[in-house]
């Protein structure tokens, strides 16, 4: 007798109902996941954001905190007055920053090197070494300068030189001269001192990266000046005055989701790139690195505030952090702890000096000039042994010794340019090298 094997499944309605309920089952799970997805990817920008701005921190805590010394250079670096310093010529640097000897003509130097002298010859011109009574030599140590590449990434990193500051000395005219509308006669002093640069030379060919690279993998950096905050991007311009979505250049927004949105780096005081001694502060904001073909950052672009203003922005994820700290050693004695005397000077004079009669008025015969060294001093003073000259130590007494005495820190400061925080004037538009430039000196002097 034959048995019929019947096969047993699911009917039609069976597996349409089946599929149903595992569809709301998957959309239940997606509606938990993606929210979680979002969170995780905040979690690790915020996590990476936290770790740079303690690299940075930690780093500026442990130098910059302690400077005697602080340069800053937003969007390039630049001369006292602002000017670029890759817009000299190469005869321009050299002259202004190159000129290491009395009577010397200039050697050449990079922007970079030409910077760093700048800083140097700023504040610490005609300062000497702390142990010498005589106050001659002048004073050594070391220089650093720490870059903020935002066009790379925000990539931090490190430059350090060993120097030796320059002088000034008194050029006193070999013949007759017009000088700033006035007339000065042959042998009269010429009233601009004329500058020997400090000399650096780099400690090292490779720069050190303050923060490590592993945080680069997957994110960027962008470290701006003074304390900042987000502005979001006003999309249905309700705002006039604040940044609009319209005006947003550098992001493709063609597959933007509800969920994107973008902000804008402002600075709190919009004035200036404002940094005190109480209050030093960087803002840093985290942000994926993913490139476009062309190079540039999907997730950074700009945003154009009322026409006028520009500001960088950015496409979430991102995150901000700022990093504040205090100049403690900016306002102190200069050197107090090292330097048993002023140890400014000396006063260094070149050429022969015009006499004339105390009661005649008339001019003494060109031989009856004394003549001056910046470095020997007063000629005439030579050891017939060795023919070397053999001054004494500095004498305080203006009548014994008046034309080659130690300065005062009170004319030091006369002839150093800047205060001891400088901030340049910044450089903006097509000019800008989207850096930062810090340069200062910590108090280790060698």
Avoid at 209 to 222: A, G, R
Avoid at 235 to 242: G, R, T
Avoid at 418 to 441: M, Q, W
Wanted: proline share 4%; net charge negative; aromatic share 10%.
């Amino acid at each position: 007798m034959n048995k019929n094997n019947k096969l047993k499944g699911f009917t039609l309605v069976e597996l349409i109902v089946v599929m149903a309920i595992f569809g709301i089952l998957m959309a239940a799970v997606m509606q938990v996941i993606t929210p979680l997805n979002k969170i995780s990817k905040r979690a690790s920008i915020q996590e990476a954001n936290a770790a740079a701005v303690d690299n940075v921190k930690s780093y500026l805590e442990s130098s910059i905190r302690y400077s005697e010394c602080v340069e800053v250079c937003v969007g390039g670096l630049t001369d006292n007055t602002g000017k670029l310093l890759s817009k000299y010529t190469t005869d321009e640097l050299s002259k202004k920053y190159g000129v290491s000897t009395v009577g010397g003509s200039g050697s050449a130097i990079s922007p970079e090197d030409a910077a760093v002298v700048n800083f140097i010859d700023n504040h610490y011109a005609n300062r000497t070494q702390p142990d010498l009574k005589q106050a001659i030599n002048p004073l050594t140590g070391k220089v650093r300068m720490l870059k903020i590449d935002n066009g790379n990434g925000g990539k931090v990193s490190e430059y350090e030189y060993d120097f030796t500051a320059g002088y000034t000395y008194t050029n006193y005219l070999e013949a007759d001269a017009k000088i700033d509308g006035k007339d000065y006669k042959k042998g009269e002093a010429n009233p601009h001192p004329i500058r020997v640069n400090s000399t650096v030379k780099s400690v090292s060919v490779a720069p050190k990266s303050v923060i490590n690279d592993v945080y680069y993998e997957n994110y960027s950096f962008y470290i701006a000046p003074g304390y900042a905050q987000m502005q979001t991007i006003d999309k249905n311009e309700k705002n006039a005055d604040k940044p609009s979505e319209n005006k947003l250049k550098g992001f493709d927004t063609s597959d933007d989701t509800s969920d994107d949105y973008y902000a804008a780096l402002e600075p709190v005081d919009k004035t200036a790139v404002n940094f005190s001694p109480d209050l030093f502060s960087l803002s840093i904001v985290t942000y994926k690195n993913d490139k476009n073909d062309a190079g540039e950052y999907t997730y950074r672009g700009t945003c154009d505030e009322n026409d006028t203003e520009k500001y960088t922005a950015f496409q979430s994820p991102f995150a901000l952090s700022n990093a504040n700290m205090s100049l403690v050693n900016i306002n102190s004695e200069f050197g107090t702890s090292k330097w048993e005397t002023a140890c400014y000077g000396p006063v260094r004079c070149n050429g022969k000096k015009a006499v004339y009669d105390k009661d005649t008025g008339a001019a003494l015969a060109e031989s009856e000039w004394p003549e001056y060294d910046p470095i020997k001093g007063q000629k005439g003073e030579v050891d017939p042994s060795t023919g070397a000259y053999t001054w004494g130590p500095i004498d305080e007494n203006k009548d014994k010794n008046p034309d080659y005495r130690a300065i005062t820190a009170e004319e030091a400061r006369k002839i150093n340019a800047n205060d001891r925080l400088f901030v340049h004037p910044e450089v903006t538009g097509a000019d800008s090298d989207d850096c930062i430039y810090f340069i200062y000196t910590v108090p280790d002097f060698k």
